[in-house]
Nanobody, 127 residues
Framework: QVQPVESGGGLVQAGGSLRLSCAAS????????IGWFRQAPGKDRDFVAA????????TYADSVKGRFTISRDNAKNTVFLQMNSLKPEATAVYFC????????????????????WGQGTQVTVSS
């Protein structure tokens, strides 16, 4: 089974940028749709962005559209989340998730649709 492993979190000032990475451990991301979610203390795990197996389909939460970009490098078995113009409300633990799919264009947007989860990486945006 695949195990997502996140990296790239940290502390950044409001308006700054971070790039999160999600690497595949155990096996490749070939055949998997990937999603990013975030969870702030005391809150639910919220959808941020998702990408299809092929990488040709993406979707974003309204709150991050135009500022975040999800992409994947299937040759390197890595998915990226580029986060620009960060706001303090983006402070959360960011989780990468993966699920096996059988159609290359499918994107998955709810936590229940994903079977495999990483441990998360902390993103803190100071005001």
């Amino acid at each position: 089974q695949v195990q997502p492993v996140e990296s790239g979190g940290g502390l950044v000032q409001a308006g700054g940028s971070l790039r999160l990475s999600c690497a595949a451990s155990g096996r490749t991301f070939d055949g998997y749709a990937i999603g990013w979610f975030r969870q702030a203390p005391g809150k639910d795990r919220d959808f941020v962005a998702a990408i299809s197996w092929s990488g040709l389909s993406t979707t974003y939460a309204d709150s991050v559209k135009g500022r975040f970009t999800i992409s994947r490098d299937n040759a390197k078995n890595t998915v990226f989340l580029q986060m620009n113009s960060l706001k303090p409300e983006a402070t959360a633990v960011y989780f990468c998730s993966a699920n096996r799919v059988y159609y290359t264009a499918i994107v998955l947007t709810t936590p229940a649709q994903y079977e495999y989860w990483g441990q998360g990486t902390q993103v803190t945006v100071s005001s």
